[in-house]
């Protein structure tokens, strides 16, 4: 049988399924961020809070997703919205643990400098911190994501759908077909998420900063 | 705290603000406001189940012209777990399964009286009313290839248990663990296979007629056990409960369309093991999908 026949006879349903896919693996990763990024900042500055916090984020990593999503399910049920949650923690350790090396790692002469020149706290974050930590903080971000677009497929056992379906119905019906209409699509979608977040990142990097 | 805090922890409140809308704005939609416009049809991780809840969902969005959403690969307990949720409205369970697997009550082999206990547990505890059986027993089967079960002579369950510490078990995820599984059989035989693999039901079958395990933990209408050549083992001792397979739903879906009682009823006692092991052949054997297969079977048997 055609490796990619079930692709080319179901390109809605394997459309249709990628967008869930990307709508649970966007939210989760989007809102690592939004809540990854202040935390790896604030303990940049509480830098007793930095190891317990690193490490907490890291035993959730450890967690089996699946375990995780099971786990889950009496409190918060079965589909997106458990799947979401469970997502947003796994993005969570790359972003966090970036954001903080990326800061720490930011010369100190720089940060003198920068309030040499009088700059408040705020303005050494947004100016000069943040801009030169900016690639090591992009890299967790853009490993956090192609992972999460992974770990996304696993979200299928508890009915949140996404591409996961297509592989796992694939591997009990012996259809390489679907789970290969599964698996590259996914694997295609991580490689354009790393590099719009690639692009992103350029544009994100003041002028200065290019190489 | 210094003020630039008080304006990240803002943003970190915000998300966290979405997150929690997110996780408690879902739980409204489905039951409280009167009628639910989408039943859910729920799915175990196996090919029957696959097709089952495609019949479920014919007849449903067929006879009632309700729109259905269905959600398969859910294993036993996170199926149960979601229609306990109220997140998933109907499905098809196994009375034996009911019985050991999630009330975890010890065995019973009387067919009937099986059902009467999930069916008076069911609807107390949970508000999950089951339905009248369809007519097929999947139970878990001891499944070996023919030519190695002639070869060695073995026909029944306490002959293979002579045997058992040479031979490999190949068994799903689930069954190692149930108490209706690898540890209540074994000690029921009072026997120890040599080894215990875990597999992937859809991978079983073939692992079994390659001879890559000896034995298997099979579903008695599995399609596979005529197409390739493998025998069941004769249960004499009795040690695996009946399951015979019922729709059960949710009490407030029944409420909301009285119809769909009847509606699933139309089904009942209609198939038999060999009906069904002929439908899951077709999906199994015959490569083909089980929308199709449901949507043929109910139209040349006049239920849509």
């Known amino acids: ?211 | 705290m210094p003020k630039k805090w008080t304006k990240i922890l803002g943003v970190v409140l915000v998300g966290l603000l979405v997150m929690v809308s997110l996780t408690a704005c879902g739980g409204g939609g489905g039951a409280g406001d009167g009628k639910p416009d989408t039943i859910v049809v729920g799915g175990k991780t196996y090919s029957e189940q696959f097709l089952m809840a495609e019949i479920l969902s014919l007849l449903i969005e067929e006879n009632l012209g309700v729109k259905t959403d269905t959600k398969v690969n859910l294993g036993t307990s996170v199926l149960f777990e979601a229609m306990a949720a109220d997140e998933v409205d109907v499905c098809i369970e196994y009375t034996g399964t009911g019985l050991m697997a999630i009330l975890g009550k010890d065995l019973v082999t009387d067919p009937d009286e099986v059902y009467n206990i999930v069916a008076k547990e069911y609807e107390e505890q949970y508000g999950i009313k089951w339905l009248k059986p369809w007519g097929f027993n999947n139970t878990y089967a001891m499944v070996m290839r023919r030519d190695v079960a002639e070869e060695m002579n073995l026909s029944s369950i306490s002959e293979l248990a002579k045997v058992a510490d040479q031979l490999v078990l190949g068994s799903s995820h689930e069954f190692a663990e149930r108490a209706d599984g690898a540890p209540g059989l074994q000690e029921h035989y009072g026997f120890r296979f040599k080894e215990v693999v875990n597999m992937d039901p859809a991978l079983m079958y073939q692992a079994v007629a390659q001879g890559e395990v000896d034995v298997i933990s099979g579903f008695a209408t599995e399609g596979r056990i005529p197409a390739f050549d493998l025998v069941v083992l004769e249960d004499d001792q009795q040690f695996f409960p009946p399951y015979h397979a019922a729709p059960i739903v949710r009490k407030e879906i029944l409420e909301a369309y009285p119809e769909l009682e009847d509606v699933l009823n139309q089904l009942a006692d209609f198939f038999t093991d060999e009906s069904m092991a002929a439908l899951n052949a077709e999906i199994d054997v015959n490569g083909r999908e089980p929308d199709e297969v449901a949507r043929e079977f109910l139209t040349e048997n006049g239920f849509i």
């Open chain 1, 1 to 211: 049988m055609d490796i990619f026949s079930y692709l080319l006879n179901n390109p809605d349903r394997v459309l249709d399924l990628a967008i869930e896919h990307m709508k649970l693996t966007g939210i989760a990763v989007s809102l690592a961020i939004v809540i990854g990024v202040p935390i790896g900042i604030f303990i940049t500055r509480y830098k007793k809070l930095a190891a317990p916090m690193l490490g907490l984020a890291s035993i959730v990593q450890t967690i089996p997703s699946l375990a995780l999503f099971g786990l889950l399910i009496p409190f918060l049920g079965i589909g997106a919205k458990p799947a979401i949650v469970v997502l947003f923690l796994y993005a969570l350790l790359p972003i966090i643990k970036n954001t903080y090396t990326g800061i720490v790692g930011v010369s100190p002469a720089t940060i003198d400098a920068g309030r040499g020149m009088g700059m408040t706290d705020m303005q050494i974050l947004r100016m000069v911190e943040l801009p030169l930590a900016l690639s090591v903080i992009m890299a967790g971000v853009r490993v956090s994501a192609v992972i999460n677009i992974g770990v996304t497929t696993i979200a299928a056992y508890i009915g949140a759908g996404g591409l996961g379906q297509l592989i796992f119905t694939g591997i009990q019906l012996h259809r390489n077909h679907m789970i290969l209409a599964g698996a590259i699509p996914a694997a295609l979608l991580a490689l354009l998420v790393d590099f719009l977040l690639g692009r992103i990142e350029l544009w994100l990097t003041p002028k200065g900063l290019h190489k």
